[in-house]
């Protein structure tokens, strides 16, 4: 092989990996699903459309990539095709719209001047996945919505914002091409309806009763004194039960195909059933919605595997968070560089790093020394989390697991359990690894000592001679 061949490969293997992580730099950041009015127009052609940015340092060239809904895989049509305006290759920074019908997008919003790219594209009012996928079939950008996070009909859009959480956007027809409305805003969910009032009290002026209607004679107690029944409070009510739905493992890197055995475990330790329908789980790049009508029982897990999030752990590390349904903060994980087989648990307050992954059940240490992130010494209960929680600054789904949590499990022991026996396992395993280490060592310097002096007697015997 010539000096030319081989440093044209090396050239070509750095332009490979440049250009796929480019590719995994764009993000959807909008999204017009439900129009006011019809979706489509008079000949049946959608009017929705979405926004793509590419966020990276890299243009990013999309030719030949396709669109995904609900419908299937859809061709971006390069412009000028349909109308479409500007060009494939999307430089950094850069916004582009892609939208059912090029031609009604401009009569809609004269004033853009920005990529447009013809497709088709026929999304679901109700939730739906969307996706972007590349000229090798490999999803570059995903993202799963339901019409609760807003936007449904009234004219405005779904817009991301940076914290990487959709809400409604605050103008008529979007910001197409543009910083969204509420990029750089957190905004508060709209506040619950006014209860009702009260019932009117009884009318002084009603009438007495007839002459053929017998009052009722007052209650006595023993002693023959009256009693009158005390009034029931008006609008009383239970405080409403505390929400306890928590993370509680995922595996970014396991034993085969990522892409099928990735999972994210989500526990109800509250004593009543939850509704999850419009919470999310996000990373930096994609957001899974949960879907309507997913019902969390007390005590019971829920499991969510990667070809139904289609978020994708990343190996060298990730950040995971969870929102309920009005995009509040219910926890967070952000790990660091793992290790095949390894799964991250929660127990005792802590993300731990196991090789015991446990979907829909209980969470468990593995008596192993040999953790993620961790040299080879003596491991004290938290030498291996190195997993930090919820300190740090979605679509429709099917329950695929979903077991009960053991009745004694309440939240401070699901979280606060004192995991002594397999600690002590474990720092039992690694005190005798170093032990027998030690050994080895000082067997290998004394074996090393009496080669060298054996080397030095035969020199001096030949020099002597």
């Known amino acids: 092989m010539s000096k030319y061949t081989f440093l044209f490969i090396i050239f070509s293997l750095f332009f490979s990996v440049s250009s796929a992580k480019a590719q995994s730099d764009l993000l959807i950041t909008e999204i017009m699903y439900d129009l006011q009015g ?184 023993p002693d023959n004194t009256q009693t009158t029944q005390e009034p029931l409070p008006s609008e009383q009510q239970e405080p409403p039960a505390k929400i306890e739905v928590y993370l509680s493992e995922l595996i970014p890197n396991p034993l085969g195909a990522d892409s099928d055995l990735e999972f994210i475990e989500i526990v109800n330790l509250g004593d009543s059933v939850v509704d999850l329908s419009g919470w999310t789980i996000t990373d930096p790049t994609k957001i899974f919605v949960i879907g309507t009508d997913i019902l969390l029982e007390p005590k019971k897990y829920l499991v969510f595997y990667a070809h139904e999030t289609h ?78 929680a919820p300190d740090i600054n979605e679509g429709v789904s099917a329950v695929k697991t979903e077991k009960s949590v053991p009745a004694n499990n309440n939240a401070d022991s699901f979280f606060g359990q004192d995991d002594n026996e397999q600690i002590n396992q474990l720092k039992a395993q690694s005190s005798t690894w170093l032990k027998s280490k030690n050994f080895l060592v000082l067997s290998l310097a004394l074996l090393l000592g009496f080669l060298g002096g054996f080397a030095v007697f035969i020199i001096r015997k030949k020099l002597r001679a």
């Open 38 to 221: 019809s979706d489509t127009d008079q000949s049946g052609i959608s009017k929705e459309w979405i926004e793509i940015y590419n966020y990276s340092l890299e243009p990013i060239d999309i030719t030949d990539w396709k669109f995904i809904d609900s419908n299937g895989p859809h061709g971006l049509n390069a412009p000028p095709i349909n109308g479409g305006q500007g060009s494939m290759l999307l430089q950094p920074n850069q916004y582009a719209i892609l939208t059912g019908n090029a031609s009604l997008f401009l009569a809609n919003h004269p004033s853009f001047t920005g990529t447009l790219i013809d497709t088709v594209m026929y999304i679901k009012n109700i939730s739906d996945s969307l996706s972007l996928r590349d000229e090798a079939a490999s999803t570059v950008v995903s993202v799963s919505f339901s019409s609760s996070l807003g936007a449904n009909g009234n004219g405005k859009t779904l817009e991301l914002n940076s914290q990487g959480v959709w809400f409604e956007g605050l103008f008529d027809g979007g910001t197409p091409g543009e910083e969204n409305s509420i990029w750089q805003q957190n905004p508060q969910p709209p506040p619950p309806p006014p209860a009702e009032p009260p019932p009117p009290p009884p009318q002084p002026d009603e009438p007495p009763p007839s002459s053929t209607e017998i009052p009722s004679a007052p209650e006595t107690t």
């Open 311 to 388: 978020i994708n752990l990343n190996n060298d590390g990730d950040t995971i968070k969870f929102f309920d349904k009005n995009n509040e903060l219910k926890d967070a994980i952000q790990y660091g560089k793992t290790k095949e087989g390894f799964s991250l648990v929660k127990i005792d307050g802590s993300w731990l790093w196991t090789q015991e992954a446990t979907p829909g059940e209980k969470n468990k240490l593995s008596a192993s020394s040999d953790m993620p992130g961790t040299e080879t010494q003596t491991i004290e209960p938290n030498a291996v989390a190195i997993a930090t």
